[in-house]
């Protein structure tokens, strides 16, 4: 007969939604949990926080359906995903009404009409996109790992990379193709468009972040008996015999799931050359602004701005979001700038007027009555260590760099992107080596 493993007490630092994940998963599996996060509440960069009436998030966030440990986690601490967030099959569409819409059902179909289907682009650009998805196919998704996005579309007419690898890129990667790992990419695509049907569906949230994971999350780890330390800035931790001491607090374990810069600061005596590397993580921005506008409704809640559709203008946001369609907030729309680099560099006032001219032209040939006069800033946001810059062969850091504890977060060694998805997904995977250890 076998025993379960003996009661463990776990200190977890960090309560993103990596350090969520793995609280949750060492508590399922029977141990005494310590959450510390350094902020009053949890939730990390997928959080939400009162902006006047609203509650607008840290930054627009988009799931999709392959995000399979992230949609586990939420139903197992009682979120009815079907209610929070919005399913639609993947559709990069502009406001005159142009581009990507994939229909529903098994992936490679879907695929294969979504582009036989896709007018505005040319033939030849719709055949080659086939062609160069079936050679990925059939190389098992691989790329050397030297090799950048662009590098990898050499073969494709620019029009068909302008028009969908790099938006998928930039959305997925937070990196511009010609920058991005031409692996990590061919790994998303992997999962998400030629995998289980459905996983290509964007789901975008219909409650604020921190109803989607970490307020449930705080309840149910509450209620199974977790210890929840906000407001605790962790500074030390030092290995016992059989276990660590995390300021003084004695534990059997550690997940350390907070940023590869705070975690880098933590280890950097106890392993020096893992702290070198977390340290040297480069990282990409991204700003959200908030627009009001009364009485625009758009007619889907998500819509594409490609590069094109504002000829002669910078264009910075590549995507918008209706958050009165999503039942979130009348009136406002949500609009991101991913890769934002050199747009943190131009500074916010000139990011946002060349936001609204990109607008106010995406929207001149389309039915929709967008008007620049009418247009409000509800609020601009810029995270600028948003994510690690997906480059290729990237060096990231391990998740287990010392007996008795493991990393966790999106940043650590992995084939996807900094995404909600690699974060909870490494918390998971964080609490299963320390079990196996
Ligand atoms: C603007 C923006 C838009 C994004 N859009 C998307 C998207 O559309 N889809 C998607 O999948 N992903 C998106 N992401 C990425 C996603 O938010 C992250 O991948 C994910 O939130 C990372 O979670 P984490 O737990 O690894 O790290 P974090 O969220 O950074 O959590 C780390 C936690 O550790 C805490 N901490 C740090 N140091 C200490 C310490 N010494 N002691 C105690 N606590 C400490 C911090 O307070 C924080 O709460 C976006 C990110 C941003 C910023």
């Known amino acids: 007969m076998s025993h379960p493993p003996p009661l463990r007490r776990l200190a977890v630092v960090g309560a993103g939604w990596a350090g969520l994940s793995a609280a949750v998963q060492a508590t399922r599996a029977g141990h005494q949990v310590v959450l510390f996060d350094m902020a009053g509440q949890a939730g990390g960069r997928a959080r939400s926080a009162a902006q006047g009436p609203l509650m607008l998030d840290n930054g627009q966030h988009i799931l999709i359906g392959a995000y399979?440990?992230?949609?586990?986690?939420?139903?197992?601490?009682?979120?009815?995903?079907?209610?929070?967030?919005?399913?639609?099959?993947?559709?990069?569409?502009?406001?005159?009404?142009?581009?990507?819409?994939?229909?529903?059902?098994?992936?490679?179909?879907?695929?294969?009409?979504?582009?036989?289907?896709?007018?505005?682009?040319?033939?030849?650009?719709?055949?080659?996109?086939?062609?160069?998805?079936?050679?990925?196919?059939?190389?098992?998704?691989?790329?050397?790992?030297?090799?950048?996005?662009?590098?990898?579309?050499?073969?494709?007419?620019?029009?068909?990379?302008?028009?969908?690898?790099?938006?998928?890129?930039?959305?997925?990667?937070?990196?511009?193709?010609?920058?991005?790992?031409?692996?990590?990419?061919?790994?998303?695509?992997?999962?998400?468009?030629?995998?289980?049907?459905?996983?290509?569906?964007?789901?975008?949230?219909?409650?604020?972040?921190?109803?989607?994971?970490?307020?449930?999350?705080?309840?149910?780890?509450?209620?199974?008996?977790?210890?929840?330390?906000?407001?605790?800035?962790?500074?030390?931790?030092?290995?016992?015999?059989?276990?660590?001491?995390?300021?003084?607090?004695?534990?059997?374990?550690?997940?350390?799931?907070?940023?590869?810069?705070?975690?880098?600061?933590?280890?950097?005596?106890?392993?020096?050359?893992?702290?070198?590397?977390?340290?040297?993580?480069?990282?990409?921005?991204?700003?959200?602004?908030?627009?009001r506008h009364p009485g625009v409704r758009w007619p889907q809640a998500m819509m594409a701005f490609p590069a094109d559709a504002s000829p002669g203008l910078a264009a910075p946001a590549q995507f918008g979001f209706d958050l009165g369609r999503l039942g979130l907030a009348p009136d406002t729309f949500a609009l991101v700038i991913s890769g934002a680099a050199d747009w943190v560099e131009h500074g916010t006032e000139q990011t946002v007027h060349a936001l609204r001219q990109q607008l106010q032209q995406a929207f001149s040939g389309s039915p929709l009555a967008w008007q620049d006069a009418q247009v409000s800033v509800v609020a601009v946001r810029t995270e600028k260590r948003a994510t690690f810059a997906c480059t290729p062969g990237l060096r990231r850091p391990s998740a287990t760099p010392l007996p008795g504890l493991a990393v966790a977060g999106d940043y650590v060694a992995g084939p996807f992107p900094a995404t909600l998805e690699g974060a909870v997904r490494s918390g998971r995977l964080a609490v299963e080596a320390l079990l196996q250890a």
């Open 68 to 291: 399979r440990d992230t949609l586990a986690l939420m139903r197992q601490v009682g979120v009815d995903v079907d209610q929070s967030l919005w399913r639609q099959p993947l559709s990069l569409v502009s406001p005159r009404g142009t581009g990507l819409r994939l229909p529903g059902g098994p992936a490679i179909p879907a695929f294969v009409r979504g582009v036989l289907g896709w007018t505005d682009l040319p033939w030849r650009a719709r055949l080659a996109l086939l062609t160069q998805a079936v050679r990925w196919r059939l190389g098992g998704f691989r790329a050397p790992a030297d090799w950048s996005v662009a590098r990898l579309c050499e073969g494709l007419p620019q029009v068909a990379f302008d028009a969908l690898i790099d938006p998928l890129c930039v959305a997925a990667l937070n990196t511009p193709g010609r920058e991005a790992s031409a692996q990590v990419l061919l790994t998303v695509l992997k999962e998400a468009l030629f995998g289980p049907p459905g996983g290509a569906d964007l789901l975008l949230p219909r409650r604020p972040l921190q109803e989607l994971l970490p307020m449930p999350a705080l309840t149910w780890l509450r209620a199974q008996g977790a210890v929840w330390q906000p407001g605790h800035r962790v500074q030390q931790l030092t290995p016992l015999s059989g276990g660590w001491q995390v300021d003084g607090e004695a534990v059997d374990a550690v997940v350390l799931a907070c940023s590869a810069t705070e975690a880098a600061r933590l280890l950097a005596q106890q392993a020096p050359a893992w702290a070198t590397v977390a340290a040297a993580l480069p990282y990409q921005p991204i700003i959200t602004v908030w627009l």
